[in-house]
């Protein structure tokens, strides 16, 4: 029970200090006046995904639970594919995947190559070169994360002016000043820093008292609390009609994700990260390839048609339960 207690417990402080995160993020995007909706994407982006950096590192550092991290960061990416359902039925206008603008396919587009690399990475770890402890697939992943974001900064910049033109607006936040917003910032970031260091240290008894292991756990339980960060930031964009913002965060937490899983094998020095985690991981890596690979479809086709859900997102829960069917069905003893 105590264990259960610990996990409520991070999970609530990570919501609730994560949706203040956002909220004094937007604030700076708005002192600093270098515009709120780029300045707020890549903000979002960065402060949603913070639990799974502090979660992996503290998992390979502290805890030295390679599986938690792996689960963790792949779990995530299962999981943010699946909020994009949940901003689907809170959208009540038409399907979000014709609300939203083709150009989210250049992030997503990103996002499967890097998970088919985490694949590849997974099912040919041992036979692939090490530089010192580090995997060589590490590098890569970092290499194409930057390459990346440079190309998706391009080509906002090249369409800013069809779907990401900023409006001239009062200030919101004028009774708050740049510095409040700041130390306000730096408090909450600490809180979820503290708050997800406890996570692998709960999932890693939550596997041992269960017998789920520490592959399902990771992907299932830590994945989830980590997560939902996204899903209140997200869930806030949709309801003030700034659905770009929303999947555009999703598919960019999700390249994010990879590049942590890079840093995780660098402060994990008994050896690739990898090679130590448990191969049914790419279970989860596929899963979210194929969940993405549906979004863009639902991105591209753009159907005006919707009853509670779009096609799209139906596929979407369907994967997500195929995934977890089949993590539990090869969990380990």
């Not at 756990?217 to 929303?246: K, N, Y």
């Amino acid at each position: 029970m105590l264990l259960w207690f610990g996990f409520l417990a991070c999970t609530c402080v990570i919501v609730v200090s994560g949706s203040r995160l956002s909220r004094y993020g937007d604030i700076i995007a708005e002192k600093t006046g270098l515009g709120r909706t780029w300045i707020g994407v890549v903000l979002m982006a960065t402060v949603t995904s913070l639990p799974e950096l502090v979660t992996g590192l503290s998992s390979v550092t502290y805890a030295g639970t390679p599986d938690i991290a792996v689960g963790d960061v792949l779990g995530s990416c299962v999981f943010n594919m699946l909020i994009l359902v949940l901003l689907d039925a809170v959208y009540r206008v038409k399907p979000i995947s014709a609300k939203a603008h083709q150009g989210n396919v250049l992030s997503a587009g990103f996002g499967i190559l890097l998970l088919g690399l985490v694949g590849i990475s997974i099912f040919v770890c041992n036979a692939l070169p090490v530089l010192g402890w580090i995997g060589v697939y590490s590098f890569i992943f970092m290499g194409i994360f930057f390459l990346a974001m440079r190309m998706v900064f391009q080509y906002e910049k090249k369409q800013r002016s069809a779907y990401m033109k900023e409006v001239a607006e009062e200030p919101k936040y004028a009774h708050i000043t740049a510095a409040k917003a700041a130390r306000n910032y730096g408090f909450h970031a600490a809180v979820v820093i503290m708050a997800a260091i406890f996570l692998p240290s709960i999932g890693e008894g939550i596997a041992e008292t269960t017998g789920l292991g520490q592959t399902f756990v990771g992907t299932l339980f830590i994945a989830l609390s980590t997560s939902l960060p996204e899903v209140v930031v997200s869930l806030a964009a949709v309801r003030m009609d700034a659905v770009d913002l929303a999947i555009g965060n999703l598919f960019g937490s999700n390249m994010f994700n990879i590049l942590i899983l890079a840093v995780d094998d660098i402060f994990f020095t008994a050896g690739p990260l990898l090679s130590s985690a448990n191969p049914n991981h790419l279970i989860s890596a596929l899963s979210a390839m194929a969940m993405t690979s549906v979004a863009i479809i639902g991105l591209t086709y753009r159907s005006d048609k919707k009853r509670l859900l779009g096609w799209d997102s139906a596929g979407l829960v369907l994967l997500y339960i195929v995934n977890l069917v089949l993590l539990y069905v090869q969990r380990e003893p």
